[in-house]
């Protein structure tokens, strides 16, 4: 799929609120179906991986001077050619898009961060997307302490949030646990 936003939401940083969930997420705009918002993460000005968020959680996005402004620093730091511009993944539900991203990196598996952040017990699990089921997903998961759990952990869709891929966070976790430590 290639982005829809050619306009002004790809073309500058966006802060993205949710009902219910702390905090702003920043980042530009990739791509978004009437469920699924895929946004290439920024944190400290630095690009961070990908994140697909619930367009059900979303009750605001901000367009603002300090997101034009940010945008113009790292244009002239050149920063923003490492942005993701294409991808292949399927986001008209939480579903298609873990099955998508399943086959693409069925052969070598794909590490990510799955959240349920909203309610008082909120998920954060990181691990490897083992199986796309018709309401959930499996994932084997490893803890903060790189130890791989001995069981998949089972996410429903309608419990999750967030996903994300390719952070720097999660990335060194995946370094680690790939030996290249």
């Given amino acids: 799929m290639t982005n829809k936003h050619s306009g002004s939401h790809w073309s500058e940083i966006v802060g993205i609120r949710r009902q219910g969930i702390k905090g702003t997420v920043y980042g530009l705009i990739v791509d978004e179906s009437d469920k699924l918002l895929l946004l290439h993460r920024m944190v400290d000005l630095r690009p961070d991986g990908l994140m697909v968020l619930d367009k059900a959680d979303i009750t605001r996005i901000i367009r603002d001077r300090t997101g034009a402004f940010q945008t113009r620093l790292m244009r002239r730091r050149d920063m923003l050619p490492q942005i993701q511009r294409r991808h292949a993944y399927d986001l008209r539900s939480w579903r ?4 998508s991203l399943h086959h693409q990196h ?15 017990d909120p998920l954060f699990c990181m691990g490897v997307l ?7 997903l499996k994932l084997l998961e490893f803890s903060g302490t790189a130890r791989w759990y ?9 419990d999750i949030s967030n996903c994300q891929m390719g952070s720097h966070y999660q990335q060194v976790y995946a370094d680690y646990l790939n030996g290249k430590r």
């Fill in 106 to 120: 069925a052969k070598h598996g794909c590490h990510l961060i799955v959240e349920a952040e909203r309610g008082d």
């Fill in 150 to 158: 001995p069981k998949p952990s089972r996410i429903p869709y309608r």
């Fill in 96 to 99: 298609h898009f873990f099955r």
């Fill in 130 to 136: 083992h199986k796309v089921k018709r309401r959930h």
